[in-house]
């Protein structure tokens, strides 16, 4: 695998551990089974790539992609706080309705961003390659947004979200408006998905209708997979190994589809996808029987 393979395997990882962040706050945190994800990443996507294409400042744009993706989490959260939609549901609901939005937006199938300004040509340094850049420019924008994260969930409201997610008949006993964290927490989710989608077409030079099918089965690989590998109860470790299994799992998809002796083509992504899915998901059962074989002998 060649060098400009390995930087472009940590850019999109890197870029997918915004999405993972995203997944760990629905599906960790608050146990809300979200695929609105798979319309966010996109929404930010058209958001952004339509601004810029019309001579929006970039990092404007990016800012509006974000807003436009916790806007449409919040709506999911709303579907099923106040009209008691099942959560499921009321995200298959918003999904469905956010591919016609997106299309709305752009116009078009896709918006092409070839000749514009974005935020990784204004940020890149000019005796830094561009394949190098744009990983460090989002790994720092990461960092920071991990950082954030930590910060956000040692507050009061943090902790109050996080009981919310875990019992939640408790956290309405403590005086905690579970309704409340559900919208914040499915605004804040979503809100890091379209910031991804955003630099995501940037990244690729587009926004394309199209590229958001499979994002919400990419952000649960990386969530299984970071925890797999750095398995802890402190969300401190986990927002962390959520990134690194992103990071990861890019690296993995890049290694099985370079990999000239094992013959995958573009086609075999989805079935990469699966089988490094099934592994991370029988790591955790090996490791437990291996305790308990260990301690039967013991």
Known sequence: MSIYSLWGALEIGLIFGLVALGVLISFRILRFPDLTVDGSFPLGGAVAATLISMGSDPFLATLVATCAGALAGMVTGWLNVKLKIMDLLASILMMIALYSINLRIMGR????????????????????????????????????????????????????????????????????????????????????????????????????????????????????????????????????????????????IALALNADFIGLKAQDLNLVTAVLVTVALVIPLMRQRMRSNNKKRA
């Not at 390659?129 to 954030?148: G, N």
């Not at 910031?195 to 587009?206: C, E, I, K, V, Y």
């Open 109 to 252: 199938p896709n918006v092409p961003l070839i000749t514009e300004s974005t935020v990784f040509t204004v940020l890149q340094p000019e005796a830094v390659p561009d394949y190098v850049a744009r990983p460090l420019i989002l790994l720092a924008l990461v960092i920071v947004v991990k950082l954030l994260l930590d910060w956000y969930f040692a507050t009061r409201n943090g902790l109050s979200m996080r009981a919310t997610g875990s019992n939640p008949r408790m956290a309405r006993a403590q005086g905690v408006a579970t309704g409340s964290m559900i919208l914040v927490g499915m605004a804040l989710s979503n809100a890091l998905c379209a910031m991804a989608g955003a630099l995501f077409a940037q990244s690729q030079g587009g926004s394309d209708i199209s590229m958001g099918i499979g994002t919400i089965v990419i952000g649960l690989a990386a969530v299984i997979v970071g925890e797999s590998i750095m398995p802890s109860r402190r969300l401190v470790v986990v927002t962390l190994a959520v990134i690194v299994g992103a990071v990861l799992y890019r690296f993995f």
